[in-house]
């Protein structure tokens, strides 16, 4: 079995989409749109496994101190195979690369991020209100129950 993690182009946008649809429908994971997804698609990692897209993620930096762990998803056939733990390794990487102070993680799945050495924090505590942009398009807006985590670099 071959891994690969690349940065995709925009033509991996449509799989992408494809791949997380399901959660974003059950609210899981927040809905981005072709447009923003190219926008964006530099703050994008793609896992592949023997050539087919298996998961990805972005890395989403929102000021010179703090990036974002978003849209975190891996394909139902490749679970199991550490690929999400792999993907946030990818983030961490990423950005210490860009001398970033912490990464955040806005998520249901505590203990995940919790095996990757985040911690948990108060909403409150986030600095940078403008990630809080997204929220109204949420579909559990304005009752948030997703749990804010960090990851110090």
């Known amino acids: 079995m ?5 940065k995709p182009d925009v033509t991996y946008i449509a799989a992408m989409q494809e791949l997380v649809k399901a ?4 609210g899981n994971i927040l809905l981005r749109t072709e447009d923003e997804m190219a926008n964006t698609i530099r703050s994008y990692i793609v ?8 998961g990805f993620t972005a890395l989403h930096i929102h000021s010179a101190r703090l990036a974002e762990v978003r ?11 550490e690929l999400g733990n792999k ?12 001398k970033l102070q912490q990464i955040l993680s806005l998520t249901y799945a505590q203990k995940f991020f919790e095996k990757s050495g985040f ?3 108060e909403k409150e505590a986030i600095p940078e209100h403008k990630i ?13 129950d997703e749990i804010a985590m960090v990851f110090d670099l």
């Open 71 to 81: 849209s975190l998803v891996v394909g139902k056939s490749f679970r199991g195979l």
């Open 87 to 98: 993907l946030v390794e990818e983030c961490i990487k990423e950005g210490k690369e860009y």
């Open 119 to 121: 911690r948990v924090i």
């Open 47 to 54: 896992v592949k496994v023997d050539g087919k897209i298996a």
């Open 2 to 6: 071959e891994i690969e993690f690349i």
């Open 132 to 144: 809080w942009a997204d929220c109204i398009r949420c579909k559990h807006f304005p009752i948030c």
């Open 23 to 26: 959660e974003v429908e059950n």
